[in-house]
């Protein structure tokens, strides 16, 4: 079939990011509907070289969608989610509203995409932070069974949005030029020069959401609910990629050999081999892969690995995901399939 | 004792802090002779407000001296370091070159200023990713015995030198004003809006020095040669202030509330006791303190704790230990002690 698109948050950091993945892929559609809240109204974006004019998300906009990408606040996932679902289309959220839903699956292609077969109208992506993890993970999963799992990150502004993207060039060019900051509007210290260790508000136990949201998004993709996770997200002054030092604990004998053969044939995934060359956000920006790096042994347990993980948060992480959860969607004829539960 | 102090890099980054720290503490001295390499011969540097002319590192001019600090190449402390030893002075030496030698005492003096009593002339500090580690692994110790640490960083450019702050700050200028960045000279990839997952070069097992170098400096000043310690070292485009994302696992029950008991009182400590209150690299910057912020529970472990830790690099990672071994050094009566085996 030739859907219906629309994508809502068109106008967003992901939604900029979604439009060029989109065209690059070819993905087929015979319609795209470009909306985000009223105040864009009237705007015009590109795709693929032609001029859409942005409408307001309203019921009637969405009427006849068969793929609805959401990229938005959690707010304007739960508004439309459910009138998604009940007109008989899919909603992919990028957001943390429907992740952990039960009957909502969290979905990375590579990974889990027989996920997908029992969608009731809403796929979610996990959390740009989570993606790359899993994918490392998924893959030395077949070398021996994953016990536990600790990662500090290195996160990207733009995993806060377009406004924090603009936050951070406005601190850098103040003070290239000299200049006192400008008032922060997004985060709570300047972020130019400087590191903040808390990703999102504090949760349970200590942690912060963004680090509670890890360990749930990879116990849910690997379906291991017994995956010991303990993380620091800390965000970085950095416009794209997110970087991550991850400490694996396997529950058995893991031959490093063994894990570089399960990373090289990974789908998505990128291997650096030579363990001295690095990968960095800036090198690793653009790119539709997860790149992992520095894979050595972590000599502080019988069997495990520390490695260096970089993934441009909103491709891989956002739009190139979502993207392909449609191209699996359409693939395995899971959209508007008439068997399907509601 | 009134000591005759010398201080050879005067003129870098970590000699700049070296004059205002040991202004601020008022550190006893006769004498101050500031050396540098040939090149800086005449400059006048200011201390406590009067200046000072720097003149060339020889011999003639570290004749007499009784307390010489070193903050420059290896190869700088290793051509001083056995001339400071044969004329009976002490060499406080702030680089790697004998921080593992057997006969050079290695010291936090709030952990391990007992280790002063066996200098041979030269006493190191610990690389200043190190320091603020060791300090808060020192007091919990007292609770239960330590077995494992691994740890990411978030290092300071200006921990490489003064010259990589000027390439920072070049960058940052130049991506302000939107003009290309100017020719890489410190490092191999644009550091400004970007991390590099390497610090130092690399070494044994795939690891970087500056990774074994945490691992074997912590090992050597907690006197633990069994502690099992993995890191990943990342430059991060700050300025000044080192932060560490740390996982401790210890050897037996330790519970929170005494591991907080013991971070509170130990000296050059502050521990931010409400778990939700970040401390970022801008607001350690300055101060001689070690602060330890976000410790919970690892629940990945039977017996573990997640922390950040974050410090001026160049105060308490550098100068200020220098200075307080000085003082243990003076108020111990260590300085040109007669009966110093050499």
Not at 172 to 194: F, K
Request: with cysteine.
């Amino acid at each position: 079939m030739e859907p219906v698109i629309a994508v809502i948050g068109a106008t967003g950091a992901v939604g900029d990011v979604f439009l060029r993945v989109a065209a690059e892929r070819h993905l087929k559609m015979k319609e795209l509907r470009l909306l985000a809240s009223a105040r864009s109204e009237g705007k015009t974006l590109m795709y693929d070289g032609k001029p859409i004019t942005v409408h307001e998300a309203t019921r009637a906009n969405l009427e006849g969608a068969d793929i609805v990408f959401c990229s938005a606040d959690s707010s304007v996932s739960k508004q439309w989610g459910p009138v998604v679902r009940e007109m008989g289309g899919v909603m992919i959220d990028d957001g943390s509203a429907y992740r952990m839903d039960k009957n909502v699956p969290l979905v990375v292609p590579e990974i889990n995409g027989d996920d997908l077969e029992w969608h009731e109208g809403i796929v979610s992506i996990p959390n740009c932070t989570t993606t790359p993890l899993v994918m490392a993970l998924h893959a030395m999963r077949t070398v021996a069974p994953l016990k536990r799992v600790t990662a500090a990150t290195y996160q990207a502004v733009s995993g806060t949005g377009a406004a924090a993207v603009r936050e951070l060039n406005a601190q850098v060019e103040a003070i290239g030029a000299g200049r006192a900051i400008p008032p922060l509007e997004v985060y709570s210290q300047q972020i130019a020069m400087n590191v903040l260790p808390q990703v999102d508000d504090f949760a349970d136990d200590d942690y912060t959401k963004e680090e509670l949201k890890m360990r749930n998004e990879t116990r849910k993709i690997l379906h291991q609910e017994d995956l010991k996770f303990a993380a620091t997200c800390v965000r970085v002054p950095v416009a794209l990629s997110h970087s991550e030092a991850v400490h694996v604990e396997f529950d058995g004998p893991a031959p490093m050999e063994a894990l570089k053969a399960a990373l090289r044939v990974m789908p998505g995934l990128v291997l650096i081999e030579d363990p001295t060359q690095v990968v960095t956000p800036l090198q690793a920006a653009n790119s539709d892969d997860a790149f992992v790096a520095r894979l050595r042994v972590d000599p502080t347990v019988d069997h495990g690995v520390v490695f260096w993980c970089v993934t441009d948060n909103l491709r891989k992480g956002a739009a190139t995901n979502a993207i392909q959860i449609a191209e699996e969607l359409l693939r395995r004829n899971l959209v508007r399939r008439p068997a399907l539960k509601r």
